[in-house]
Each structure stands twice: as structure tokens, then as C-alpha cells.
């Protein structure tokens, strides 16, 4: 018997489908640990604190460095590029792309394979690094400092985790200039995608030719970091 059946994916991948309540939470976590640490930064930590005015010393904690270190712990995040990047170089999932987004001959050339090596070794170091360090508490000081938070040592982690971060999304936003390309549709993107799509070909030029690319990923890595972020406060308003 003859059977009908869906030649397209009825649901996407969590990766897409899921774009939004994966981001979300996201957003509103990089938002929670932006006040929790500008409230810090701006918070009296001395110890003791001395109030000359009353003539009393105060020996307290407000050095203690729990909000920064929970707050550190939350932000180690990267596996939705990685995926997404997976699912634009695989052809068998997305079904649109040559394997790779490779432009030139398959067999001969490689695309963005290489890059993907890059890519998934620095996520799974971020993986590693991703570990919440709160939990390391270790007594020292003769026990006086009986628990501590590791603040330092989780926003220093957390930082390694961040530049780790635009290395991936640097990859996954080469891949996508590839793709835009082998689709001919830069004509149909946004204003504000179409502006940024050819800032970046202006520093990393559509390739069919294998060549290295460590240079490539430098300057698009530069311009993620030092472009102006785009504001979706009004969204949350």
C-alpha cells in the first residue's frame, strides 16, 4: 500500500523552535546580573567599616562575595550557538545547505567544516568551565574564614567563558554570511540585519577557496565585541 508522509520536518529542532524561551531567560538573567553587580560594585564592602562619626568599628561581612559569585555562575552559557551552528552545517538536518555551507566543489573544498572543530572543542571547554564555583567552598584562615564564596575566582572563570562565547557565535555568524550568500537573499533581509550582514563582508569576504581562517575569526570577533549592542529595552517597557 501506498503511504503519504510528511517530506518536511513538522517541528523543528529545539535549537529553533525554541529560540525564544531559550533567550528569554537568558536576557532577563544577564539583566538580574547586571544590577546585582552594579549594586555591589557600588555597595560598602570594607571590613571593619569604621563610623568615625559615632566613634564604633563594625566588624561585619558585607565583603563577602556570594552575589558576585552566584551571579558568575549563571551567566556560563553557549550551547544554543553551538547547536545552531551545528544544524546550519549539517546538511542532513537542515535539508537547504551544502554540507558545511561549502561553496566551492564537495570533496574538494571544506567550507566551514574546520571552523566547527573550533567551535565545538571551545564549548566543550566552556562545559568544563561552567562548573558553578560556589560550591568550592574551602575553610582557611584557622577557620575564621569558615565559608567563602570563590567570587573572584567564578567571575574570572566567567569571563574566560564569555570570550570563549564570541568565538562561537563569531563561527556560527561566518556560517550564516555563507549561507545568506548560497541563498542569494541578501536582498530580503532587514534593514538593520542587511546594514550589519555587509559590515561583515566588508572584514570577512565571502570564500569558495579553502584558506585559513584564524584571522577571519579575530576581526569578526572584534566587531561583535566592540559593536554597539542593540537595545530591546523598549520590548520589556
Known amino acids: 500500500l501506498q503511504k503519504e508522509i510528511f517530506e518536511d520536518k513538522v517541528q523543528e529542532y529545539y535549537s529553533l523552535r525554541c529560540v525564544t524561551q531559550v533567550l528569554g531567560p537568558v536576557y532577563d538573567t544577564i539583566k538580574h546580573a547586571e544590577k546585582i553587580l552594579v549594586d555591589e560594585l557600588n555597595s560598602v564592602n570594607d571590613n571593619p567599616v569604621v563610623d568615625h562619626i559615632n566613634q564604633n568599628v563594625f566588624h561585619g561581612g558585607n565583603f563577602h562575595g556570594d552575589y558576585v559569585s552566584l551571579e558568575m555562575d ?7 550557538a553551538e547547536r545552531q551552528l551545528n544544524y546550519l552545517l549539517n546538511d542532513k538536518l537542515n535539508q537547504k545547505f551544502p554540507p558545511f555551507v561549502n561553496l566551492g566543489t564537495l570533496g574538494l573544498n571544506f567550507g566551514m567544516q574546520g571552523m566547527q572543530f573550533t567551535a565545538t572543542s571551545t564549548v566543550a571547554e566552556n562545559q568544563t568551565l561552567s562548573f558553578p564555583m560556589y560550591v568550592h567552598s574551602i575553610p582557611n584562615n584557622n577557620d575564621n574564614q569558615d565559608i567563602v564564596s570563590m567570587g573572584s575566582n567564578a567571575a574570572l572563570l566567567t569571563k574566560k567563558v564569555i570570550e570563549n ?10 556560517s550564516i554570511l555563507q549561507a545568506v550568500d548560497y541563498l542569494n537573499c541578501e536582498d530580503k533581509l532587514s534593514s538593520s540585519t542587511g546594514s550589519v550582514h555587509q559590515s561583515l563582508r566588508k572584514i570577512f569576504p565571502k570564500f569558495i577557496e579553502d584558506k585559513t581562517k584564524y584571522n577571519d575569526l579575530k576581526l569578526v570577533k572584534e566587531f561583535l565585541q566592540t559593536s554597539d549592542p542593540v ?5 520589556t517597557e
Open 165 to 174: 562565547s564570541f568565538t562561537v557565535l563569531s563561527i556560527h555568524v561566518m
Open 74 to 80: 549563571k551567566l556560563k552559557l553557549s550551547m544554543l
Open 231 to 235: 537595545s530591546f529595552d523598549h520590548i
